[in-house]
């Protein structure tokens, strides 16, 4: 079964630094990953998907992701956070087929500092 | 263009109390999926559908049942309500199993708390 990894619970950045969240997936063939992000209180937004081809894809609000197979990893990346980015983000891996459910890791909760 | 509308947005249930979660998405969309998310927890998948008069159990279906007979409705019902099932719970869609794309389209959740 698929699984996806998030080991950073928490992080705090200061506003105008990089960011980078690390997530780390199990899927028994070519994955389809996803980055969600959840406002307290709110719905998820997706901020960007991988299926196939560039392995580095870009989303909204300034919001990379690469694709590294060699490490099962599909880290997202800013290279300026702004303090509207405070929020819980979410990786997740999606089922190619079949039901085409998705699993979600635990989630990272990032903190702004002015 | 609504998307996914969960109702309601918030709800207090007493233990062995019953209710039903409701979701309808508007895009035509096959593919539907209730999930719950504990705190500190990302999201588990309940029960799916995969179109109308067609549903199964995700990974933790347990104090719930789903029914789908109407493309557009995925209702939740909870049945004698337990602590257990305090959380957020979320409907989603995805387009059709012929689409490559498995991004689903969320609603903005359900909190349900049981005293």
């Known amino acids: 079964a698929q699984s996806v990894t998030q080991p950073d619970i928490h992080i705090t950045v200061s506003e105008g630094a990089s960011l980078e969240l690390r997530c780390n997936y199990s899927y028994g063939a070519t994955p389809y990953l996803f980055w969600y992000v959840q406002s307290p209180g709110q719905g998820l937004q997706l901020l960007l998907k991988y299926f196939s081809g560039d392995t580095l894809v870009q989303g909204i609000k300034g919001f990379e992701a690469e694709f590294k197979r060699s490490q099962s990893s599909f880290n997202l990346r800013k290279p300026s956070v702004h303090w509207s980015d405070a929020a819980e983000y979410f990786c997740a891996v999606g089922e190619v087929t079949g039901r085409r459910a998705l699993t979600f890791g635990s989630g990272t909760r990032l903190q702004v500092q002015p | 263009n609504a998307g996914v509308t969960q109702t309601p947005k918030f709800r207090i249930l007493k233990i062995g109390q019953s209710m039903t979660l409701q979701c309808a998405q508007d895009?035509?969309?096959?593919?539907m999926y209730w999930y719950r998310q504990d705190p500190g927890m990302g999201l588990k998948l309940i029960y799916y559908?995969?179109?109308?008069?067609?549903?199964d159990k995700g990974e933790v279906p347990n104090g719930y049942n789903v029914s789908r007979s109407t493309t557009e409705d995925f209702p939740l019902r909870l049945e004698l309500a337990a602590p257990s099932q305090t959380s957020v719970y979320f409907c989603a869609s995805n387009p059709t199993g012929e689409s490559l794309s498995t991004e689903a389209f969320f609603g903005q959740g359900t909190r349900l708390t049981v005293v």
């Open positions: 559908s995969v179109g109308a008069g067609i549903t």
């Open positions: 895009m035509n969309h096959n593919y």
